[in-house]
């Protein structure tokens, strides 16, 4: 895979693994598809999250995150062409870490490292321990909402397992940012084992999680 990556901002953290339908609203995100679709090539690109953002006037500036996930683009939605909005179906693929922008064109190109996913110190232990609160957690969301989130067998590949149950979970972008930065897999589970010590607390005060309707790959995040 190519080191030097177009970016879409998106409003969501994308995961290694994780098929998610996402909104091209601005200009620049709708000159990358274009792009992508008259090359011919590959339809890859780089999916970086915002951290905030602005408008002044006619233009919206952005800040970005400095961590994302290379996407496999597989359906486009509306003309391309159009000013409205264009729906694309992203795919991640890998995680990457932003070491220079481009910004001279009609937008933003990164030259990314991949960063590997490396196990941890133990990452099947603590994977038995997040698997046995995410079900918990399914099951308290499935009883405060419907359809619910009903999950079925998880996989066993633990940095595999780590990124659904942080594509499912509700949670607010800087912790699902969290997620994908994770130094490695063990800490990405103990992380999602506190996160869902959190909600199941969450839950039992104030049940009021919304339904979850998630969209998942089983390819390799590397």
């Known amino acids: 895979m190519d080191s030097r990556l177009p970016l879409l901002t998106v409003d969501t953290v994308i995961f290694p ?5 996402i909104p091209v609203t601005d200009v620049q995100g709708r000159s990358v598809i274009r792009d992508l679709v008259e090359n011919g090539g590959e339809m890859v690109c780089g999916a970086v999250a ?4 602005y408008e002044l006037g006619d233009r919206v500036f952005r ?3 400095g961590t994302g996930c290379a996407a496999t ?3 486009i939605s509306l003309d391309i062409d159009d000013d409205g909005p264009v729906e694309v179906t992203l795919t991640g693929n890998r995680r990457f870490k932003v070491a220079e922008l481009d910004s001279d064109g009609d937008y933003l190109v990164a030259d990314v490292e991949w960063l590997d996913e490396e196990p941890g110190d133990d990452p099947l232990g603590t994977a038995t321990v997040a698997v046995e609160r995410f079900r918990r957690y399914a099951a308290a969301v499935t ?4 359809p619910g989130l009903h999950i079925g067998a998880l996989p066993d590949e633990p940095s595999t397992l780590s990124y659904l149950i942080s594509a499912a979970m509700t949670l607010v972008t800087p912790d ?3 997620l994908l930065e994770a130094l490695d897999t063990t800490t990405r589970l103990a992380q999602l084992v506190g996160l869902l010590d959190t909600e199941l607390a969450a ?5 009021s999680l919304p339904a979850t309707d998630l969209a998942w790959s089983d390819m390799s995040p590397n």
């Open 73 to 75: 683009i597989s359906e």
């Open 203 to 207: 839950i039992r005060a104030l049940p």
């Open 17 to 21: 693994g994780l098929v998610l339908p």
């Open 50 to 53: 915002v951290r905030d953002g």
């Open 176 to 178: 699902r940012q969290k």
């Open 143 to 146: 009883e405060i909402s419907q």
């Open 63 to 65: 800040s970005l995150y």
